[in-house]
């Protein structure tokens, strides 16, 4: 092996290593974090805060070293792949250490460690979400891309875990004062985040081996109505023409039509939009089905006429569109309401992927 070489790898390998030793430091500053905030031990909580500046100076380190390295041998195809996800990486590595130093912070101001039943929703969720940091960092370090796309379906289990634990905060609130309440509150939130910055080691450890960049996010888009005769059917078709790739669309009513409006369907059909296949649909969501969409659209009247209850820190938003038509689809101007819509769906769905969205 030429000198050249043998030196690159020795490089690459320093750097691989010693990603690996701070995700080892950040991993134990977690598992730290959450003893002490289970036990109430102060002294581990001050010595988890303290210990943060070395995963800080650590992580500065394979910056630089990463840079270096850039300087020094003008990488090119996964020798550059892998110091470009390193240098976000190692970011992702330090918010996780910032995670523990919060909880730390949280367990030395709580007035009593959380009760049994908290601090069980704790160690679930921190079980998860640590099971999945250690698996996303082997499967960075090990360039594993296969591995890393498996651990990344881990994220949706913490997802629940800690919408169950909320349910278990908002039980027990009245038993606890304020401040433990929020504390708690913000506990489950960054064990959340935890499992958030595992999966983003998982997509830098997909593009390091492969190139393979994150695939540009596909929107879950819901549009309601009163029957579901017209005017939700429309603007979901609008959509499907238009945006085929940035969505999946639906339209629902809470007292859906027989069938849909016959004037719509020919006025579609005139416009070369087949809609005859579609059959007006019920609104018959779960909150936890709900949870699903990212956009909840009213097209009719206030969005609370159809959702009744949206879970807590659900990514739903919630839209009502005014499209300056008949209180009832008896009279609907067919013409207007399809420029309406299609100006609408435009600017929501350039707003979610921007110009690009196709």
Aim: proline share 4%; glycine share 4%.
């Amino acid at each position: 092996m030429k000198h050249y070489e043998k030196r690159l790898e020795q490089d690459e390998e320093d750097i691989r290593s010693r990603t690996a030793a701070v995700a080892g430091l950040v991993r134990e500053a977690l598992k730290n974090a959450v003893h002490a905030l289970l036990t109430g031990n102060h002294k581990l909580a001050s010595l988890t805060i303290l210990g943060d500046g070395e995963i800080n100076r650590e992580v500065r380190a394979i910056d630089g070293a990463c840079h270096r390295f850039i300087v020094r041998h003008l990488p090119s195809a996964g020798h550059l792949r892998l110091i470009s996800a390193t240098i976000r990486a190692v970011i992702e590595l330090e918010r996780v250490g910032d995670y523990a130093v919060n909880i730390s912070r949280v367990a030395a101001h709580l007035s009593a460690p959380p009760d049994q039943r908290l601090a069980a929703a704790v160690e679930n969720m921190a079980a998860e979400s640590g099971d999945m940091l250690e698996r996303a960092v082997k499967a960075f370090v090990d360039r594993n891309a296969d591995q890393a796309s498996a651990t990344m379906i881990m994220a949706k289990q913490v997802e629940r875990l800690r919408g169950a634990a909320l349910s278990d905060l908002t039980a027990a609130r009245e038993g606890l004062p304020i401040d433990d309440l929020f504390a708690m509150f913000s506990v489950y939130g960054m064990l959340e985040r935890v499992a958030d910055q595992a999966k983003n080691l998982c997509e830098e450890a997909v593009f390091a081996a492969t190139g393979q960049t994150k695939a540009q996010k596909v929107y879950r888009v819901l549009f309601l109505d009163r029957d579901n005769a017209a005017m939700a059917p429309m603007a979901e078709a609008i959509a499907r023409q238009h945006f085929p790739n940035s969505g999946r669309y639906e339209s629902a009513a809470l007292t859906p039509a027989p069938t849909l409006a016959p004037e719509m369907v020919a006025f579609m059909a005139a416009r070369g939009v087949d809609v005859s296949a579609m059959t007006p649909q019920a609104f018959d969501k779960t909150p936890l089905e709900l949870a699903e969409y990212h956009v909840a659209v009213s097209l009719q009247g206030p969005i609370g006429n159809y959702l009744k209850e949206i879970p807590f820190l659900s990514q739903t938003v919630t839209l009502e569109w005014d499209l300056a038509q008949s209180p009832d689809d008896s009279d609907l101007d067919y013409e207007a309401l399809y420029r309406a819509l299609s100006v609408q769906v435009r600017q929501l769905m350039e707003l979610l992927r921007g110009p690009e969205a196709d």
